[in-house]
């Protein structure tokens, strides 16, 4: 066994920049606050404050948004505004 030159603690890998967002706002939002400053890669969602519902991370965003698009293709629509406007970004 190899000797350990340092520890690393999960405090020194997290984000500690979490905002959060209730389960009636938009995808769309979401995806824009996941598109400024520091890029998280989840937002907490929360019924009541201190409350934790679950977790909204860019993987739903991203499936989401991409259903949007597809059935707007075969639709023989445009693409949805939310999606051009996360994609300029």
Do not use: N
């Amino acid at each position: 066994m190899t000797a350990r030159t340092g520890y690393h603690k999960v405090s020194q890998h997290m984000p500690t920049d979490i905002f959060t967002v209730r389960p009636y706002d938009l995808v769309e939002l979401v995806a824009d606050l996941m598109s400024w400053g520091a890029h998280p890669a989840c937002a907490c969602g929360g019924r009541q404050p201190g409350c934790i519902a679950g977790l909204v991370t860019q993987r739903v965003v991203l499936r989401h948004l991409a259903d949007l698009a597809k059935q707007s293709r075969e639709a023989g629509g445009e693409r949805p505004a939310a999606w051009t406007s996360c994609a300029a970004t």
